[in-house]
């Protein structure tokens, strides 16, 4: 079974860790805006306008980041090819398989983003029509 630190490392560190980051910093503004929107039940528009822009641009910007992790490993690996000449199927499809990881990890990021994003906007929606 493999471990989500596993998944980390097979995906590449050096977009997956940027990616992990994105999570960090949308689960860190993500909490204290719950906290503000349904445990005080109160909205600071322009603050929590911002919040919500900052979610919804790190989870977009975690996906185009994980299509570029893609993207850079398919290269690395066809060149790899080019220079071999002659691979097995079997090889080929885990490579590929391999590539999808950053995509499918900044796909995720921007799912949970979304989400998030647009349930908080509902709230303050709610918070301010109240006024």
Do not use: C, H
Request: without cysteine; proline residues 3%.
């Amino acid at each position: 079974m493999k471990t989500f630190l596993d998944f980390i490392v097979n995906g590449g560190l050096f977009f997956t860790l940027p990616l992990t980051l994105f999570a960090g910093i949308i689960l860190f503004f993500g909490v204290r805006l719950g906290l503000e929107l349904f445990v005080a039940e109160r909205a600071l528009k322009p603050r929590v306008s911002k919040s919500l822009d900052t979610i919804i641009y790190l989870g977009s910007f975690s996906f185009i980041f994980g299509i570029l992790g893609q993207l850079v490993g398919l290269y690395e690996a066809f060149n790899v090819l080019s220079k071999v000449g002659a691979v097995s199927p079997k090889i080929l499809m885990a490579g590929l398989k391999v590539s999808t990881i950053p995509t499918l990890y900044g796909f995720g990021i921007l799912l949970v983003a979304s989400i998030v994003w647009f349930v908080f906007r509902r709230k303050l929606q709610s918070l301010t029509d109240q006024d």
